[in-house]
């Protein structure tokens, strides 16, 4: 799910120095709201109430 993150961002990045504002923020959101649920799985997993193994 990492990789998606810095793919957005770079998308979204490349967007935004080419021109295209529409096409950078729907990058820079999907990039957000996986940074959000990345966020909450670790807290899951750190509070212990989400295992992984």
Not at 12 to 33: E, N, W, Y
Request: aromatic share 6%; proline share 2%.
């Amino acid at each position: 799910m990492i990789k998606w993150i810095i793919i957005l961002l770079i998308v979204a990045a490349a967007a935004s120095l080419l021109g295209m504002p529409a096409l950078a923020g729907a990058a820079a959101t999907g990039a957000r709201i996986l940074i959000g649920i990345v966020l909450v799985i670790f807290l899951l997993v750190v509070l212990g109430i989400f295992a992984v193994t």
